[in-house]
Protein backbone atom coordinates (compact mmCIF):
# COMPACT_ATOMS: atom_id res chain seq x y z
CA UNK A 1 0.00 0.00 0.00
CA UNK A 2 1.31 3.57 -1.26
CA UNK A 3 1.24 6.26 1.02
CA UNK A 4 -0.28 8.95 0.48
CA UNK A 5 1.30 12.55 -0.25
CA UNK A 6 -0.26 15.82 -0.83
CA UNK A 7 3.42 17.09 -0.64
CA UNK A 8 6.91 15.11 -1.17
CA UNK A 9 10.08 16.13 0.51
CA UNK A 10 12.86 15.94 -1.96
CA UNK A 11 15.78 17.15 0.50
CA UNK A 12 14.83 14.16 2.66
CA UNK A 13 15.69 11.35 0.40
CA UNK A 14 19.31 12.64 1.18
CA UNK A 15 20.32 11.71 -2.40
CA UNK A 16 23.95 12.31 -3.83
CA UNK A 17 25.44 14.10 -6.75
CA UNK A 18 23.85 11.76 -9.46
CA UNK A 19 21.77 9.42 -6.87
CA UNK A 20 18.07 8.76 -7.98
CA UNK A 21 15.37 7.38 -6.65
CA UNK A 22 11.94 5.72 -7.98
CA UNK A 23 9.17 6.29 -5.35
CA UNK A 24 5.39 4.76 -5.53
CA UNK A 25 2.64 7.08 -3.74
CA UNK A 26 -0.58 7.76 -4.12
CA UNK A 27 -1.75 11.25 -4.60
CA UNK A 28 -5.23 13.04 -3.96
CA UNK A 29 -6.28 14.97 -7.45
CA UNK A 30 -9.16 17.89 -7.18
CA UNK A 31 -11.43 17.35 -9.84
CA UNK A 32 -10.77 19.49 -13.33
CA UNK A 33 -13.62 21.80 -14.67
CA UNK A 34 -14.84 21.79 -17.79
CA UNK A 35 -17.61 24.41 -18.33
CA UNK A 36 -18.39 24.40 -14.76
CA UNK A 37 -18.52 20.76 -14.31
CA UNK A 38 -16.70 18.55 -12.67
CA UNK A 39 -14.43 15.81 -14.09
CA UNK A 40 -13.00 13.60 -11.21
CA UNK A 41 -9.44 11.52 -11.72
CA UNK A 42 -10.36 8.34 -10.52
CA UNK A 43 -7.85 5.44 -9.97
CA UNK A 44 -7.82 2.43 -12.47
CA UNK A 45 -8.01 0.23 -9.55
CA UNK A 46 -11.21 -0.54 -7.57
CA UNK A 47 -8.72 -0.61 -4.08
CA UNK A 48 -7.57 2.92 -4.48
CA UNK A 49 -9.19 5.64 -2.63
CA UNK A 50 -6.68 8.25 -4.58
CA UNK A 51 -4.56 8.02 -7.72
CA UNK A 52 -1.32 5.80 -7.77
CA UNK A 53 1.94 7.46 -9.15
CA UNK A 54 5.30 6.59 -9.85
CA UNK A 55 7.78 9.60 -9.21
CA UNK A 56 11.28 9.47 -10.33
CA UNK A 57 14.11 11.75 -8.37
CA UNK A 58 17.45 12.58 -9.70
CA UNK A 59 19.63 14.62 -7.77
CA UNK A 60 22.05 16.53 -10.72
CA UNK A 61 25.01 16.78 -10.77
CA UNK A 62 25.77 20.49 -9.18
CA UNK A 63 22.42 20.75 -7.43
CA UNK A 64 18.94 20.30 -7.95
CA UNK A 65 16.63 18.14 -9.05
CA UNK A 66 15.19 15.89 -12.46
CA UNK A 67 11.44 14.91 -11.57
CA UNK A 68 9.28 12.46 -13.32
CA UNK A 69 5.82 12.19 -12.64
CA UNK A 70 4.04 9.40 -14.53
CA UNK A 71 0.03 7.90 -13.65
CA UNK A 72 -2.70 6.74 -15.52
CA UNK A 73 -6.08 7.62 -14.19
CA UNK A 74 -9.90 7.84 -15.48
CA UNK A 75 -11.37 11.14 -15.98
CA UNK A 76 -14.75 10.96 -14.55
CA UNK A 77 -17.68 12.81 -16.06
CA UNK A 78 -20.47 13.87 -17.99
CA UNK A 79 -19.78 12.42 -21.66
CA UNK A 80 -19.72 16.09 -23.88
CA UNK A 81 -21.96 15.10 -26.67
CA UNK A 82 -24.53 12.82 -24.47
CA UNK A 83 -24.30 13.52 -21.10
CA UNK A 84 -24.22 9.90 -19.81
CA UNK A 85 -21.06 9.01 -17.89
CA UNK A 86 -17.84 8.80 -19.74
CA UNK A 87 -14.34 8.11 -17.96
CA UNK A 88 -11.51 7.28 -20.85
CA UNK A 89 -8.60 6.61 -19.21
CA UNK A 90 -5.12 8.86 -19.58
CA UNK A 91 -1.84 8.96 -19.52
CA UNK A 92 0.38 10.85 -17.78
CA UNK A 93 4.12 11.42 -18.38
CA UNK A 94 5.32 14.61 -17.29
CA UNK A 95 8.98 16.05 -16.33
CA UNK A 96 10.25 18.90 -14.11
CA UNK A 97 13.89 20.69 -13.78
CA UNK A 98 14.32 22.70 -10.45
CA UNK A 99 17.81 24.20 -10.23
CA UNK A 100 17.51 27.18 -8.22
CA UNK A 101 19.75 30.06 -8.55
CA UNK A 102 20.02 29.13 -12.73
CA UNK A 103 17.30 31.54 -14.37
CA UNK A 104 13.00 31.41 -14.18
CA UNK A 105 12.87 28.08 -16.72
CA UNK A 106 15.54 25.93 -14.20
CA UNK A 107 13.01 26.71 -11.37
CA UNK A 108 9.58 24.80 -11.52
CA UNK A 109 6.82 26.21 -9.93
CA UNK A 110 6.07 23.36 -7.66
CA UNK A 111 9.48 22.84 -5.92
CA UNK A 112 9.83 25.16 -3.21
CA UNK A 113 12.79 24.88 -0.38
CA UNK A 114 13.02 21.17 -1.94
CA UNK A 115 9.25 20.34 -0.73
CA UNK A 116 7.40 19.36 -4.28
CA UNK A 117 3.78 20.58 -4.37
CA UNK A 118 2.67 16.66 -5.67
CA UNK A 119 -1.16 16.85 -5.85
CA UNK A 120 -1.06 20.35 -7.88
CA UNK A 121 1.86 19.01 -10.30
CA UNK A 122 -0.64 15.56 -10.71
CA UNK A 123 -3.43 17.95 -11.26
CA UNK A 124 -1.74 20.14 -13.65
CA UNK A 125 -0.11 17.29 -15.51
CA UNK A 126 -3.43 15.51 -15.80
CA UNK A 127 -5.44 18.68 -16.97
CA UNK A 128 -3.15 18.97 -20.02
CA UNK A 129 -3.17 15.60 -20.91
CA UNK A 130 -6.84 15.14 -20.49
CA UNK A 131 -8.73 15.29 -24.03
CA UNK A 132 -10.63 18.99 -25.51
CA UNK A 133 -13.82 16.99 -25.30
CA UNK A 134 -14.42 13.92 -22.71
CA UNK A 135 -16.79 11.36 -24.69
CA UNK A 136 -18.39 8.54 -23.08
CA UNK A 137 -16.38 6.46 -26.35
CA UNK A 138 -14.81 8.12 -30.22
CA UNK A 139 -18.10 7.32 -32.21
CA UNK A 140 -20.35 8.64 -29.61
CA UNK A 141 -23.32 10.44 -31.86
CA UNK A 142 -24.14 12.77 -29.01
CA UNK A 143 -28.15 13.89 -28.82
CA UNK A 144 -30.72 15.25 -31.41
CA UNK A 145 -30.58 18.79 -32.05
CA UNK A 146 -34.09 19.11 -32.15
CA UNK A 147 -34.96 16.34 -30.05
CA UNK A 148 -32.63 15.88 -27.50
CA UNK A 149 -32.59 11.85 -27.85
CA UNK A 150 -30.30 10.03 -27.75
CA UNK A 151 -28.60 9.50 -31.15
CA UNK A 152 -26.83 6.35 -29.61
CA UNK A 153 -29.91 4.77 -28.91
CA UNK A 154 -32.35 5.34 -31.41
CA UNK A 155 -30.00 5.44 -34.39
CA UNK A 156 -29.09 6.94 -37.37
CA UNK A 157 -32.35 7.05 -39.18
CA UNK A 158 -33.76 9.51 -36.71
CA UNK A 159 -34.91 12.21 -38.47
CA UNK A 160 -37.28 15.03 -38.12
CA UNK A 161 -39.90 15.94 -40.88
CA UNK A 162 -39.50 19.61 -41.44
CA UNK A 163 -42.40 21.96 -40.51
CA UNK A 164 -45.05 21.50 -43.25
CA UNK A 165 -45.39 24.52 -45.25
CA UNK A 166 -49.29 25.21 -45.70
CA UNK A 167 -48.86 26.18 -49.30
CA UNK A 168 -47.43 23.16 -50.01
CA UNK A 169 -50.70 21.09 -48.73
CA UNK A 170 -52.94 23.26 -50.57
CA UNK A 171 -51.08 22.38 -53.50
CA UNK A 172 -51.41 18.62 -52.35
CA UNK A 173 -54.73 18.51 -51.64
CA UNK A 174 -55.18 19.70 -55.28
CA UNK A 175 -53.22 17.54 -57.05
CA UNK A 176 -54.90 14.86 -55.26
CA UNK A 177 -58.12 16.49 -56.88
ZN1 LIG B 1 -21.55 9.99 -25.30
ZN1 LIG C 1 -34.89 14.24 -32.69
Not at 80 to 99: F, G, H, Q, S
Not at 131 to 154: W, Y
Amino acid sequence: MAATAHEFDLGALRLGSGEGRRLRLEVPIEPLLFAGEPYRAEPLADDAANVPVVLDVSRMMGGGYALRLSFSAALSGPCMRCLKPAEPTIDVDAREVDRPGEGEELESPYVHDEVLDLAAWARDAFALAAPVKVLCREECAGLCPICAADLNDVGPDHVHEAAPDPRWAKLRELKLE
